[in-house]
């Protein structure tokens, strides 16, 4: 695989994040929205001084997103990566990263809410010292119908 950067989201990458969400949601799998994502709208409404980017070849290749948690000190994660540069150690780097950046601003603890079947996300983010917090029974109804649990986790920092 070609070599990747991490850095901070900056104005053109608002299109590109918005393309692979929208990839992303089609899978209807790891992240909650499902198709059909609003591309104009969801690259309007990225908070740019929040994301931190994987690039590749002028590509987007993966991204984590910090929200903040209403002056309250703890923030709220959400990340993804491009199918094809998962288990790369993309996710690692991005969370690595994310985890740096809220210890900088001063945040005392990251959340984050994760579905059940996630192998791959729930063992990353046990990997940087997560801990299951409490489970949210068929929290989530996905557009087949189905009800879906979400594990909510934390990290101290
Ligand atoms: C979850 C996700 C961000 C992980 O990104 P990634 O780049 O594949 O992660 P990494 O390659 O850094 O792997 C991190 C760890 O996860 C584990 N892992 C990776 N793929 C796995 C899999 N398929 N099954 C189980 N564990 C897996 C490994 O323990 C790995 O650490 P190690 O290689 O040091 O042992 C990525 O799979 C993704 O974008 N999925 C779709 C969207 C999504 O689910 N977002 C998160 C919503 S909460």
Known sequence: MPPYVIRLAQDEDRYPLAYL?????????????EPPVDIDA???????????????AAEIIGSIHVGGGGGHGFGELGMM????????????????????????????KLSLSVF????????????????????????FRRQSGELWDA????LLL
């Open 42 to 56: 969801r690259a309007a409404r990225w908070t740019l001084d929040e994301t931190i980017v994987a690039e590749s």
């Open 81 to 108: 990566v491009a199918a094809g540069w998962r288990g790369r150690g993309v996710g690692s780097e991005l969370l690595f990263a994310a985890i740096e950046s809220a210890r900088a601003k001063g945040l005392h």
């Open 116 to 139: 059940s079947h996630n192998a791959a996300g729930i063992a990353l983010y046990r990997k940087f010292g997560f801990v299951e917090e409490g489970r949210r029974v068929k929290q």
């Open 21 to 33: 969400f929208a990839a992303v949601a089609e899978e209807r799998d790891g992240i909650a929205t």
């Open 151 to 154: 594990v909510d986790m934390g």
